[in-house]
């Protein structure tokens, strides 16, 4: 990173243990043991308050100064709901196993090896608009406000929200099917590709359903931890861990191998767990995030992979932290070390 210019954006220390954080894109929201903090993204606190009970912010509904959450009722029971940014309820759902489409325009449900069973899809008032009839674990997700992908074991679909109609389905060419909890996808609605995996492979197609290309194990022994798409070109990412080491794939839109490197995890850093998150991929920045075992300690950690314009330089640093381009291709690399409650944000131009 010697050719850029690294700036400190924000730099937040709590005197209360941070209990949890989520991250949008213009919001964060820092939940403490009394509060709950919400600052945009240049760390300026926007508000502070005191939920009645247990709340966690789950996701910020895009373009607007609201959230998707979860808390409890007076009766104690599981609540979920749009609330604004004083924590004031909205919209309250009756189920509470619904997760919003960017724009809280429709909400949908998961189904997994708990609660396996039809995906139900509610419009923004909580009503139901349709079923999908799957008795099996699945992954769901809502690539915008009017589109659903279903990840089965067998298949991937894209369906209509406004029709309840299912668009397309393809079936996923695989020899042994079988599905587990590191079973997901990953896309990129500007760049058309949708990527899905098991442990030891990847397939990937476009948002009409069409098969683009698929890679089998990389090497022997090697299982996908997990997958991301560059929203720069539609770069699709694999890593692998094994050896001490984080092995990273970055494979062109066409199939053809971009990237094979690996980062390091040095003498003090174990692997200590499969790869929790991939925060973000780019073309010429990558962060993936896991969980390891430095200096006898059990702590999140994250591995970086940066391309100075000449090299790839990888590197491990504490923490979880996230990765933000801008329009005019400046990074925001935020930070979070829940064990000393700290919060910050450095610039890189």
């Known amino acids: 990173m010697a050719s850029k210019t690294v700036t400190q954006v924000y730099y937040h220390k709590f005197t209360e243990d941070i209990k949890g954080y989520k991250r949008g894109t213009d919001f964060f929201a820092i939940r403490t043991s009394s509060s709950i903090k919400i600052f945009n993204s240049d760390g300026e606190l926007q508000t502070t308050f005191t939920p009645e009970s247990r709340m966690i912010v789950k996701k910020f509904i895009e373009n607007k100064n609201i959230f998707f959450g979860y808390a409890r009722n007076e009766a104690g029971k599981s609540i979920c709901g749009i609330f604004d940014f004083d924590g004031s309820p909205i919209k309250i759902y009756s189920n509470p196993h619904i997760l919003p489409s960017p724009s809280g325009e429709y909400f949908y449900t998961q189904c997994s090896m708990e609660s396996s069973g039809p ?8 009503d139901m608009s349709f079923r999908i009839p799957i008795q099996f674990e699945c992954q769901v997700s809502a690539p915008s406000d009017s589109q659903l992908i279903v990840l089965h074991d067998k298949f991937l679909s894209l369906w209509d929200v406004n029709t309840g109609q299912e ?27 949708i990527a899905v995996r098991d442990e030891i492979s990847c397939h990937c197609f476009d948002f009409q359903g069409n098969y683009l290309w698929g890679q089998d194990p990389l090497e022997k022994y090697k299982r996908i931890n997990m997958i991301g798409v560059s929203e720069d070109n539609g770069k699709v990412l694999i890593t692998t861990n094994y050896g001490g ?45 896991f969980k390891a ?33 801008s329009a005019q291709g400046e990074y925001t690399l935020a930070g979070l070390r829940r064990y000393t409650n700290e919060i910050m944000a450095y610039s890189i131009k």
């Open 119 to 126: 995906i139900y899809v509610y419009d923004k008032n909580g």
């Open 167 to 193: 668009i397309w389905q393809s079936n996923i060419p695989r020899e042994d099917y079988f599905t587990d909890s590191a079973f997901d996808m990953a896309f990129s609605v500007k760049n058309n590709i």
């Open 245 to 289: 080491a984080i092995n990273v794939y970055l494979f062109n839109r066409d199939s053809s191998l971009f990237l094979e490197t690996e980062i390091n995890l040095g003498p003090d850093c174990i692997f200590a767990a499969n790869v929790t998150w991939v925060a973000d991929v780019f073309d010429n920045f990558v962060l993936i995030g």
């Open 293 to 325: 075992r430095v200096d006898h300690e059990r702590k999140r950690v994250t591995g970086i992979l940066y391309f100075n314009g000449s090299e790839w330089i990888s590197a491990v640093i504490d923490g979880r932290w996230d990765l933000h381009k």
